[in-house]
């Protein structure tokens, strides 16, 4: 039997409960071997944000999946020359793993941003595509992007979650637990000294509090500024 290979990439600035549960989620869902986490290098999207190192989100990626045999990290996005594009992971990933069903995970969100990436058309007849709720999640919206953006054959088989066409890869719409959690969130919460537990696995919330990751500055447990004006 062939691998099934499920790939989740982001930029994981941290990785958080929301991607771990919806990827043990696909995994379950479409019966994947084995889920590989890829934290992009330099993500063409965020070039003009900051965005922590490449090897502190490698570290938190580390310590999330630890225990969990399924899941692996991979540093293609690392290995491979300039901007990460995706179409060019998977078909690396295609290339050092001959014979294996490729499954592509992205979030809702995502997802509809497809269009705007390198070959994104390409992508589509690589992996299967696994849409993952965010919480929203719709897939008479994923069915209209993908016919008017990728192709006009594609059609929602009934009760089953799947979108087919005759020659390209399927695309899923899983209908995980809807987590409505996001690293910016947690990255605002860190910056604000404020509680970033149960987010995050525990191993994740120590490393980003030793680290004082998405601390502006040092200074004392409260922010000044953010305890007269802060939203909370
Ligand atoms: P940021 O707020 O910085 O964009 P993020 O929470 O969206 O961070 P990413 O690293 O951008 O995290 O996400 C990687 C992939 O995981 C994307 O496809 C994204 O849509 C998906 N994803 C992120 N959070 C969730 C969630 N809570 N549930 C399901 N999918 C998610
Ligand atoms: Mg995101």
Redesign the pocket.
């Known amino acids: 039997m062939p691998l099934r290979l499920g790939i989740?990439?982001?930029?994981?600035?941290p990785?958080?409960?929301?991607?771990l549960?919806?990827a043990e989620e696909a995994m379950e869902f479409l019966g994947l071997d084995q889920i590989c986490f890829v934290?992009?290098a330099l993500p063409p999207h965020?070039l003009e944000k900051n965005?922590v190192s490449f090897e502190s989100r490698w570290r938190m990626l580390q310590l999330a999946i630890n225990g969990n045999p399924r899941f692996c990290l991979s540093d293609m996005e690392l290995r491979l020359p300039g901007k990460s594009y995706t179409v060019n992971s998977l078909k690396n990933f295609g290339k050092e793993n001959p014979g294996t069903e490729l499954f592509f995970?992205?979030?809702?969100?995502?997802?509809f941003e497809m269009d705007t990436w390198y070959e994104y058309k390409k992508i589509f007849a690589l992996a299967d595509i696994v849409v993952?709720?965010?919480?929203e999640c719709r897939q008479d919206e994923i069915l209209e992007f993908a016919t008017g953006k990728v192709s006009g054959l594609y059609e929602a088989v009934p009760g089953t979650g799947r979108i087919g066409h005759p020659e390209l890869c399927s695309i899923y719409n899983l209908l995980?637990t809807?987590?409505?959690?996001?690293?910016?969130?947690?990255?605002e919460l860190a910056a604000q000294r404020r509680s970033i537990r149960y987010l995050v696995p525990d191993s994740v919330w120590s490393y980003i509090a030793e680290n004082a990751l998405y601390q502006k500055g040092s200074g004392g447990p409260v922010n000044f500024e953010l305890a007269r004006n802060g939203d909370g």
């Open positions: 989740l990439g982001g930029t994981f600035d990785v958080h409960l929301g991607h549960r919806a934290p992009v965020k965005i995970l992205v979030g809702y969100d995502a997802f993952l709720c965010r919480p995980n809807r987590m409505d959690i996001s690293s910016t969130r947690i990255r």
